[in-house]
């Protein structure tokens, strides 16, 4: 079957744009997760969503980002007024449930912020 | 806090070599420990787990097994492939927790 989508899978901004990241999870799977791969902080938890809510935002690592998820399927990332800082590789990751669930992850989404 | 070290690379072996990429972890109680591993230009793949302690994982001829006395768990092949090139994560969960801790990734390439 189809596993987690992610798109778009390359996106480059101009510093201080708007982004968004979308990520499909994979049909029947509630609980969504969003990662961030970078060349100096490896893989990073950003925020998990179980349903529509985020019972765990402490990833965000600023309030320049932020995430929904609607309908329990389709979760956005967002980001206002990117920085180079931002630059990294977005990965989404979804399973059936928590804990001991195990995460599928998407292809991620390679953001360049110039 | 939570955090997982793991060796860095890169790791470079001719086919038919032993590996060993190690790990080691900081966490409170009992967390579940993982491998993952990232093909190139694919996404994530759980590799093995392991939930408890002297649990071992295997696949695909990789196994790891969880050390409370060492907070390890290093992941280990007797005989890589060429196919097996790729980075390997580490990672845990704590127990709780929802979020994977990850290691900084080990490349390992291994030439024909």
């Known amino acids: 079957g189809a596993g987690v989508s992610q798109s778009p899978s390359n996106k480059v901004t101009e510093k201080g744009k708007d982004v968004e990241l979308r990520c499909d999870p994979i049909?029947?799977?509630?609980?969504l997760y969003w990662y961030r791969q970078s060349l100096g902080q490896g893989l990073e938890f950003l925020i998990y969503?179980?349903?529509?809510?985020?019972?765990?935002k402490s990833g965000l690592p600023s309030d320049r980002f932020s995430a929904e998820r609607t309908g329990g399927s389709v979760s956005t990332l967002t980001i206002q007024r990117t920085q180079q800082e931002d630059s990294a590789v977005y990965l989404c990751?979804?399973?059936?449930?928590?804990?001991?669930?195990?995460?599928?992850f998407g292809p991620g989404t390679r953001l360049t912020v110039t | 806090g939570n955090s997982v070290t793991q060796m860095e690379g890169p790791v470079t072996l001719s086919e038919e070599a032993f590996l060993t990429i190690n790990c080691t972890y900081t966490a409170t109680g009992y967390p579940s420990l993982f491998w993952y591993v990232q093909y190139p230009g694919e996404g994530l793949q759980l590799l093995l787990k392991?939930?408890?302690?002297?649990d071992k994982g295997s696949n695909k001829g990789f196994e790891a097994t969880y050390r409370k006395e060492t907070t390890s768990f290093h992941l280990e092949k007797g005989s890589v492939q060429v196919s097996d090139s790729a980075v390997y994560f580490c990672a845990l969960r704590q127990g709780g927790s929802e979020k994977l801790v990850f290691g900084k990734g080990t490349k390992l390439t291994v030439n024909p």
């Open positions: 392991a939930t408890k302690a002297d």
């Open positions: 990751a979804s399973s059936l449930g928590l804990q001991s669930k195990e995460q599928y």
């Open positions: 049909s029947g799977h509630t609980a």
């Open positions: 969503f179980q349903g529509n809510s985020a019972p765990d």
